[in-house]
């Protein structure tokens, strides 16, 4: 039975997918339901605001690239330098933070004393703004002028897992949806090949780390559609889960397969009329265009030895935080939306000064290799860098401290982190923390606000953009008030 | 073509406008008036008394037509009178400062909104209860419909005929089949179900077919699954170490109980609280492991009363969610924007959840307390038989300890020596090491001259492997001189990379080697010191059964001294291949084996059980009947005696050692069928409290308020009034036929299961802001049958099943598709993707690979490498995947190892949720991931070949072999043209496959099943891609 003329297969087959797509997006105040309407007429949606979308402002980055540093490096140790503190060396703090108020993690609250650890490394001032930055970063010293950086950041969680969810979901609640799906929700992909949020696992190469977990709720779509979740490229095996052809399926005969199931496939459509076999055609033949395209991507081989140079020879190596870094230029290259990379074994405890310059060494110069590629390429302005971990780390020690060694608990009123590139006022130091790093100062930066600048700089404004689920506008920034963090803006 | 950008409000897409004014029926407050408010106005003027603006509420008729405040302000709507209701003023107004919704609020409500405010206030702005929240509707049907087979297509055909739309015919019989198969058992029909059903030419053929498929243990199995995406099930913790947690029987409970058709009340109330039932059963304890499923932490700085909060808050969620379809959580902190819910609401509900003995911390461990084990399905007599005769035995063990006393005096005045106990059930090898008079070198040990070890090649036994999942353990009496350097216990080759283990010793200090012979695991760890001049008891224990972090642990005297690190949880089996050796090594010449002191060993054993630091007084107070021995009669302390008394009845007493005798298979049967059933975490009440919670404010754990006692919520009818206040009175209240929502919600989900789309298309939001009911009638008209029927599921799957509107074919013009492209009028039959299980258990079906065996622990099918070490932590019992061999490799999907926090790949690339939350409605996509799981996943490729296989085993002809292909995917037979197409593939793949053998054989050896004899392999590799073809049809994927 065929009921349609093959001529009406591909506007009947947009339609459709228009119409199942509008009941994900169904709403009506807020705009939210246009938001990737036109991404899915087929515009590639270069970023071409529309009035119908009252949410899009003029965007300030294309794509972004977020450097999450899994465990929470020591802001006292690389970004927040306070130089009075070497003379408090082991001052009991005990009686004070019992007027802070703050909760202590079951793995200190119990410690009789609560000795001051100053930082143990160099500080020194870099570029023109005269920013204070640890030896441990000499190459991220280097670039200080591309740089703003936040010392005044918050959060609400004391532990790694409520933590990063509130970093990476916008809530210490299961069920959300990650920072990348909102923007792949709300902005698509810039190309059809490929998915618009891409993951990056990077190893860390100090046996001795500690290492925290994470989970694919980092990188989950929630409650948005199931697409817009962060597809995995893997540093072992198959860069994406499946992509490689069996062995002994050549690509030829994958050809003459997929084609004959294309034809089969035409001929149900024509029978039955559910659109949803043309579409499950066209994933094919784009499952199949990753094939190429993917393993193109991951393949360095044509990558200039002045790469090399830039990222460092580590780079070489699969699954490498200097890998990563270069694998996500090439992504975003190539039109992915957003970039996360995850880096594992920041939580210092003990040993901080050994493990932290490990850590730190990982990601140093392949972090600055990033920024000047990006910028060589011309690609900074538009691309937004982000870098940083999910609360800070206390003044106190803890464990034993002595001259040469120290270990420190979470600590969720201050941290530090960076951002770079797209719309970013570089050169820029935002925020104060008082002398203990303890308590923020002056300008504080909660993780909602954040999360509403990073918005912003892509063209979203977060009071307008969200989703229908359980009742409730569900938004990235969630209910508490959030603001744009202007002061950092270019 | 033209389509609205702005699409109405929720309820409005099934009520157009057009309606409304055409025939001009009075205006209704649920059906119209509240979308319009909840979306525009409720926000400020509605439940929430925290951020409700001026005084007024909207949502219900008491606040919004009376005067508000202390009674000085008008109130918003004057019924009848819309001119003078100032909603409808503020609504018009042109003034900034003084319209409604405010301009920030980025919400307008169109004039046709107003005017229908308008008409609703001109007609009296009569009020009704929320839908939902009404008595579940007792309406007869409609009259029986054309062509319709029960009263579910005369409520069907009732809507249809008012939209104008005619129903479509019956689908094939035989697609029809397939259709029910994947619906009823998550299986395809076998060609030998096809050929029976087409035979069956009597009237109620279908009706025959339906019910022997929902009477199966696939069905219950289909049906489980679903259920197990609700309450969240899942293998391990969730959060942050994320270990393995043994609920399993709580899974095949679910399952037992969709096979036994369980009536639904009696299902709710055994998982919501079968350990508070009188006399509760273990399969009622059981069922309430429902409880114990949410995801739990044992992370280091986590707070123990915020996670109470968060487990109290995931629990009302579950239930809400699952049984009333209420978002009851958006009410933890704060009055709920939409419904009529407190914040008060709320923590009356989850003090029900707040009165267990769970520890707050899981402890990482897999049997976090309260546990309970349950025997396998066939052992429970047995076992019960075993603990009675147990507890027999211990008895008369007891009874001989009394009775022995005056033989036991009798042989201490003997001037005794130790005798060596004889071993237990689970010694596997059993060297006593007792030297004979004047052998060289020897000194005096417990059980008289103990060899001296190291001076030459000792070999003990053959090579003892650890394996995952069993247990391990070698222990001797050993004594050192001087600061020994050397192996002790030895069962590896020699090289560094082995594969073996060793327990060494390196200057006096205790060691362990352990290494898999790939350098993957290479553990080489020293510890503490063993003291020389004494006998010490030195034994290493190798357990991944209790699933601990730590895997490997070696005891000197009980205290443990080296252990294989935190990463210990071994990615691989260790499997020498050298015997079990003693002072030396295998490959070592005998002089180096020690070195810088001298060793004496005695009563070797090893073992196939796993110790802990408590388990080991055995071997402690042995040694401590020895020292006793050495002090004089008359100097012996209560102590000293007490050991030696031990010693007597454990080694010496003929009449103790034959109870022991004949124990020992009893222990033995014990521990078999220990290993065959499974612990299970299940619920605990507190005994010496009550439930209660206090309201924190904001929803913050450190902010509590008021105190309140255990109640469901004020919109809802109340607990009886003799109902106790506990998690029994809430389960028998949710299935109390005057709770409105029970019955529609769970009715719902089966439709959204059979369907694709719930008569609610919100499936677990039945609040203000969820959708509306497409056919609100028959809603109730089926909750009220369920009810009636007793709560009988399986009775209300058959009636949906057998429906006409069911039964249609899924095909559809581009009218049809454009009027209804959700298919939520059932002018045709449902058709959508398979949900992720049911793609590979159909492969694994199709091609014969399907191992069909109910319940039991999770395995571990293919899986690609790294998933689980990319997000896990060093110390997770679940960082290494290894994949099953055998059996594990094809058993139904519901059986895989859920690890929530990187859930199986291939599934959760299809849509499975993560199982972190609940989920009572999977999302469905249609994406390029998808197709690459379908077309390389190694299950997939190895059920092709299987399938190609079976399509060659017969001498058929081409239509033969593709014919048994496609009636086992598809259920049909391919027409003339497709034939064709497929004929182009093969031919294709012969040619390639003949040019190229290694291509062929390449493809043929994925996956670990026998490739079978005697066939081509370029024919069988070329049929291979044909069957993986037809896998991968837009028609077997969907149904």
């Known amino acids: ?490 | 073509m033209a389509f609205p950008l702005r699409p109405l409000a929720a309820a409005a897409a099934f009520f157009p406008l057009s309606v409304w004014a055409a025939s001009a029926p009075p205006v209704s407050y649920n059906d119209q008036i509240q979308p319009i408010l909840a979306e525009n106005c409720f926000l400020c003027h509605g439940p929430d008394s925290s951020t409700r603006k001026a005084k007024l509420r909207l949502d219900r008729a008491e606040f919004a037509t009376k005067p508000r405040g202390d009674g000085d302000l008008e109130p918003a709507i004057v019924p009848g009178d819309p001119a003078r209701s100032p909603l409808i003023e503020r609504l018009k107004s042109k003034d900034p400062e003084e319209v409604m919704p405010p301009p920030e609020s980025h919400k307008t409500v169109r004039p046709e909104e107003v005017a229908l405010l308008e008409r609703w206030i001109a007609e009296g702005a009569r009020y009704e209860e929320h839908w939902s929240f009404l008595p579940v509707r007792t309406a007869a049907a409609p009259a029986a419909a054309v062509g319709g087979r029960n009263p579910i297509d005369a409520f069907i055909a009732q809507r249809l005929e008012r939209e104008g739309l005619r129903p479509s015919a019956e689908e094939t019989p035989a697609r029809l089949l397939r259709r029910a198969a994947l619906d009823l058992t998550g299986l395809p029909p076998t060609p030998a179900e096809l050929a029976a059903f087409a035979a069956d030419q009597a009237p109620g053929a279908y009706e025959r077919a339906v019910d022997r498929m929902l009477a199966s243990e696939p069905s219950a199995e289909h049906f489980a699954r679903q259920w197990l995406d609700a309450v969240r099930y899942a293998d391990t913790h969730g959060i942050h170490i994320d270990n393995y947690r043994s609920i399993w029987p709580y899974r095949d409970w679910v399952i037992r109980a969709f096979r036994d058709n369980m009536p639904f009340d009696r299902f709710t109330v055994e998982q919501v609280a079968g350990d508070l039932l009188p006399g509760a059963t273990l399969a009622q304890q059981v069922a309430s492991g429902f409880n114990r499923c949410l995801p739990t932490t044992s992370e280091g700085g986590a707070i123990a009363e915020e996670y109470e909060a968060i487990y109290a808050k995931d629990r009302v969620e579950t239930v809400a969610t699952v049984w009333l379809g209420l978002t009851l959580g958006c009410a933890a902190c704060h009055d709920h924007k939409f419904d009529p819910v407190s914040a008060k609401d709320f923590y009356a509900f989850a003090a029900f959840f707040r009165n267990n003995t769970m520890p707050a911390m899981d402890g990482n461990r897999y049997d976090t307390p309260p546990t309970l084990f349950v025997p396998a399905a066939g052992d429970e007599a047995r076992w019960s038989e075993l603990q009675a005769l147990l507890k027999g035995m211990r008895e008369e063990e007891k009874s001989r300890a009394t009775a022995a006393e005056a033989d036991f005096k009798a042989w201490l005045d003997q001037s005794p020596r130790l005798a060596v106990p004889p071993a237990d059930h689970a010694v596997r090898r059993h060297e006593p090491l007792v030297a004979a008079e004047g052998t060289p070198d020897a000194v005096a040990g417990p059980y008289g001259l103990a060899p001296e070890i190291g001076r030459a090649d000792r070999l003990a036994g053959p090579p003892v492997p650890w394996l995952r999942g069993e247990s391990s353990s070698t222990g001797a009496f050993v004594r050192v001189e001087g600061k020994p350097s050397g192996p002790l216990f030895s069962s590896r080759s020699a090289g560094e990379k082995g594969p073996g283990w060793e327990v060494f010793l390196e200057e006096g200090k205790v060691g362990l080697f352990i290494a898999d012979g790939t350098g993957r695991v290479q553990v080489r760890n020293v510890g503490g010191a063993l003291a020389p001049g004494a006998w010490r008891h030195v034994l290493v224990s190798f357990d991944t059964t209790a699933l601990r972090s730590r895997t490997v642990e070696v005891f000197v005297d009980g205290k443990m001294v080296v252990n294989s690190s935190v990463s210990a949880f071994l990615p691989t089996d260790i499997r020498p291949t050298e015997g079990l050796r003693l002072g030396t090594r295998a490959g070592v010449s005998a002089w180096e084996g020690i070195t810088g002191g001298r060793v004496w060993a005695q009563d070797l054993r090893v073992s196939r059980r796993g110790y802990l630091a408590a388990d080991l007084k055995e071997f402690t107070e042995e040694l401590e009947a020895f020292a006793a021995l050495e002090v004089a009669l008359a100097e012996r302390t209560a102590a000293h005696r007490r050991s030696l008394r031990r010693h007597y009845l454990a080694a010496v007493d003929g009449p103790a050692l034959a109870i022991a005798a004949r124990l020992r298979p009893v222990l033995a049967e014990v521990d078999g069928l220990r290993s065959r059933g499974g612990l299970t975490l299940v619920m605990e009440e507190k005994k010496d409290s009550e439930p209660f919670a206090h309201i924190l404010n904001r929803g913050e754990y450190s902010q509590p308020g008021e105190k309140v006692g255990a109640n469901t919520p004020a919109v809802l009818p109340p607990l009886a009034a003799d109902a106790p206040r506990n998690r029994l009175g809430l389960a028998r209240w949710l299935v109390d036929p005057v709770n409105p929502l029970t019955a529609r919600v769970t009715m719902n989900r089966l439709w959204q299961h059979l369907f694709g789309t719930g008569l609610v298309e919100s499936a677990g939001d039945f609040g203000v802001t969820g959708a509306r009911p497409s056919h609100p009638e028959l809603l109730d008209w089926l909750a009220r049958r369920f009810i009636e029927s007793g709560w009988d599921h399986r009775a209300m799957v058959r009636l949906l099943v057998t429906s006409a509107a069911y039964r249609q074919s899924a095909a559809v013009t581009p009218a049809l598709l454009e009027r209804d492209p959700g298919n939520r009028l059932l002018a045709r039959g449902p058709r959508f993707r398979l949900d992720a299980e049911q793609i590979r258990d159909q492969a694994l079906a199709a091609s014969g690979l399907l191992v069909s065996r109910l319940g039991g622990p999770p395995v571990r099918p293919y899986q690609p490498e790294g998933i689980w070490e990319e997000v896990a932590m060093k110390e997770s019992t679940t960082r290494y995947y290894q994949a099953d061999t055998g059996d594990g490799l094809y058993r139904r999907s519901l059986y895989t190892l859920w690890k929530r926090t990187a859930p199986p790949p291939a599934m959760d690339i299809l849509n499975a949720p993560s199982r972190e939350v609940t989920c009572v409605r999977r999302d469905r996509t249609n994406t390029p991931l998808q197709a690459l799981v379908t077309l390389n996943d190694p299950l997939f490729i190895e059920a092709s070949r299987q399938l190609a296989a079976r399509a060659l085993t017969g001498t058929g002809s081409f239509d033969a072999r593709l014919d048994e292909i496609t009636l086992r995917l598809l259920a049909r037979r391919l027409a003339a043209e497709e034939r064709g197409i497929v004929r182009r593939t093969l031919e294709a793949a012969l040619a390639r496959y003949a040019r190229e053998p290694a291509a062929a054989a390449a493809l043929l050896a994925v996956g670990s099943s026998p490739v079978p004899a005697g066939v081509a392999a370029a024919e069988l590799a070329a049929w291979t891609l044909v069957a993986s073809q037809v896998l991968n049809l837009d028609e077997s994927l969907c149904k």
């Open chain 1, 1 to 490: 039975m065929t009921l349609l003329p093959s001529a009406w297969h591909d506007a009947f087959s947009a339609y459709n997918a228009a119409v199942t797509r509008r009941q994900f997006f169904r709403r009506s105040g807020t705009g939210l339901g246009v938001a990737a309407l036109s991404s899915l007429l087929g515009s590639r949606l270069g970023a071409a605001p529309s009035a119908s979308e009252p949410w899009r402002l003029a965007p300030r980055a294309k794509r972004a690239i977020y450097i999450s540093l899994i465990g929470a490096p020591s802001q006292l140790d690389l970004f927040d330098y306070k130089p009075g503190l070497e003379a408090r060396f082991k001052e009991d703090l005990k009686d004070w933070l019992a007027t802070q108020g703050e909760r202590l993690t079951g793995m200190t609250a119990r410690q009789a004393a609560f000795p001051l650890a100053p930082s143990r490394f160099k500080f020194a001032q870099h570029g023109q703004g005269g920013a204070w930055i640890s030896e441990l970063l000499p190459y991220t010293a280097r670039m200080t002028d591309d740089l703003c950086i936040i010392r005044s950041m918050q959060t609400d969680a004391i532990n790694h897992e409520p933590a990063n969810q509130l970093v990476y979901t916008g809530s210490m609640q299961n069920g959300k949806a990650s920072l990348g799906s909102w923007l792949s929700y709300g902005l698509g992909s810039l190309n059809q090949d490929l998915p618009s949020f891409v993951v990056l696992h990077a190893k860390h190469s100090s046996p001795f780390s500690n290492v925290q977990a994470i989970s694919a709720r980092l990188w989950g779509s929630g409650f948005l559609p199931g697409r817009h979740a962060g597809v995995s490229f893997r540093s072992a095996g198959d860069p994406v889960l499946y992509l490689n052809d069996a062995p002994g399926i050549p690509r030829e005969l994958r050809r003459e397969m997929l084609d004959g199931l294309e034809q089969l496939n035409r001929r149900s459509y024509e029978a039955i009329g559910d659109p949803e076999i043309q579409t499950r055609t066209q994933q094919y033949e784009m499952a199949f265009r990753m094939q190429a395209s993917i393993p193109e991507l991951a393949d360095l081989a044509r990558e200039p030895e002045a790469t090399y140079a830039l990222y460092g020879e580590e780079a070489r190596v699969r699954g490498t935080f200097a890998s990563s870094a270069l694998m996500a230029r090439r992504l975003v290259e190539r039109g992915v939306r957003f970039v996360q990379i995850f880096h594992r074994g920041w939580d210092q405890h003990a040993s901080l000064p050994r493990d932290l310059a490990a850590q730190c060494k990982d990601v140093d110069q392949a972090c600055w290799g990033l920024v000047q590629d990006l910028k060589q390429r011309g690609m900074l302005e538009d691309t937004l860098v982000i870098f940083g971990g999910e609360f800070g780390r206390t003044v106190y020690c803890q464990g034993t401290l002595t001259e040469t060694n120290y270990g420190r608990d979470h600590h969720p009123r201050c941290f530090s982190l960076w951002l770079a590139g797209g719309g970013i006022k570089g050169g820029t130091v935002h925020g104060e923390t008082d002398e203990m790093s303890y308590n923020v100062v002056r300008d504080p930066v909660h993780i909602r606000d954040l999360h509403a600048t990073i918005l912003h700089l892509m063209g979203i404004d977060h009071e307008r953009f969200g989703f229908r689920f359980q009742g409730l506008d569900q938004r990235l920034t969630g209910v508490v008030p959030a603001k744009v963090v202007r002061g950092i803006l270019a």
